[in-house]
C-alpha cells in the first residue's frame, strides 16, 4: 500500500457527502484519514502528541489501572493483544487509549 497517495481531507468542503464518500474512501483503503482544515488549535494537537507519548512509554503495569474490561474498551485504555476482529485467529497487534464524549443514558422504559 502506497501511503504516499493517501488523499487530504478539507473539512472545510462545502459539500456534506463529498467529504463522506472521501472519509469512507480513506478509511476502506488506508484503514484512517488524513484530515485538514479542521479548525484544531495546532498547540492543542502538540500536546496531545505529547501526551500520547508520555502515556504509551510507561510501564504495561501502570497502563494495566486504566484498563476495565468490563467495557470492552469503549473509554480508557485496552492493553496489547486484547481487541480480536471478528471472525479472527488472532488478537490486534495494539493498545490503545479510547476517548469519546460523555452521554448521558436514560434507564429503559
Known amino acids: 500500500m502506497d501511503m504516499s497517495q493517501m488523499p487530504d481531507i478539507s473539512l472545510g468542503h ?9 472519509l469512507g ?14 479548525g ?9 502528541w505529547r ?6 512509554a510507561r510501564t504495561t503495569e501502570e497502563k494495566r489501572r486504566w484498563y476495565d474490561a ?3 474498551g469503549q473509554r480508557g485504555y485496552t492493553p496489547f493483544k486484547t481487541e480480536i476482529a471478528k471472525g479472527a ?9 479510547h476517548v469519546g464524549r460523555t452521554i448521558a443514558c436514560r434507564a429503559p422504559a
Open 14 to 22: 462545502s459539500d456534506a457527502n463529498a467529504i463522506a464518500q472521501a
Open 25 to 38: 474512501d480513506s478509511f476502506r483503503t488506508y484503514g484512517f484519514a488524513k484530515v485538514i482544515d479542521h
Open 40 to 48: 484544531i488549535d495546532p498547540h492543542l494537537s502538540k500536546e496531545a
Open 51 to 56: 501526551l500520547s507519548k508520555e502515556l504509551f
Open 70 to 72: 468490563g467495557i470492552a
Open 89 to 97: 485467529d488472532y488478537h490486534d497487534l495494539k493498545e490503545f487509549w
